[in-house]
């Protein structure tokens, strides 16, 4: 079967830096998604990884270990309208993605 | 201007009831998805079409039937719905690539369906 772990919720301050992690047990991989999810609204792509090592995207990095089975996503200079729930989704051949329960983030003043 | 659409958003029904809901993209995608998010906020991806043929077919009831008339539209019509099915359906698009790398996603707005 397939195993995608990220914890349930996290809560950072606004201008801090919050590290989501997401480990990954799946039969297949080719590669890796960020997906950021506002109550009520439809998931928005963040970041993609397939490779080993960091991807940055201004206030936004993911980095991926394939071996470990392991990403996280980073997410700096937090702002208020960054809480959200952030989703890891591995994709497995394809174009199917399989997603792990996502991570709610709230931000505080 | 909207990239992919779903009708209806809110759909409040009876057990029992047949309904369907309508997806459209207008990104010239090719292939288009069905997701299912529960109460728990899992994402579980249900069907996918690939030029109106179907490509994934997860585990589910036979009561959920998807067509596609052609490669932007995507529709999802459930029959003899059961208190379970209440959700929020996703529709989705992506292009495939040539050389096989990513294609994010695109999502529509949600379906948020409830069965009483």
């Known amino acids: 079967g397939q195993n995608i772990d990220q914890p349930t919720e996290m809560t950072a301050t606004e201008g801090a830096i919050v590290q989501i992690n997401c480990t990954y047990q799946t039969s297949g991989f080719n590669g890796l998604f960020w997906y950021q999810q506002h109550a009520g609204e439809a998931p928005t792509f963040l970041s993609y990884n397939v490779l080993d090592g960091l991807e940055e995207k201004g206030r936004f990095s993911s980095f991926l270990s394939r071996s470990k089975g392991y990403s996280y996503l980073l997410l700096k200079e937090l702002q208020m309208k960054d809480s959200a729930s952030y989703l890891c989704?591995?994709?497995?051949?394809?174009?199917?993605?399989?997603f792990g329960g996502g991570t709610r983030v709230l931000v505080k003043p | 201007d909207t990239a992919v659409s779903q009708t209806p958003k809110y759909l409040v029904t009876q057990m029992g009831n047949d309904k369907s809901i309508k997806c459209e993209q207008n990104l010239g995608h090719d292939t288009m998805y069905w997701y299912k998010q529960d109460s728990k906020k899992f994402l579980k991806i249900m069907f996918s079409y690939n030029n109106k043929e179907l490509i994934i077919n997860e585990t589910v009831p036979n009561r959920f039937s998807p067509k596609s008339p052609d490669k932007a539209h995507l529709n999802l019509h459930i029959n003899s719905l059961e208190l379970g099915d209440s959700a929020v359906y996703f529709c989705?698009?992506?292009?495939?690539?040539?050389?096989?790398?990513?294609?994010?996603?695109?999502f529509g707005p949600g379906t948020r369906l409830t069965v009483l």
């Open positions: 989704a591995v994709r497995i051949g394809g174009n199917k993605l399989t």
């Open positions: 989705a698009s992506s292009q495939p690539r040539a050389d096989s790398s990513y294609n994010e996603q695109f």
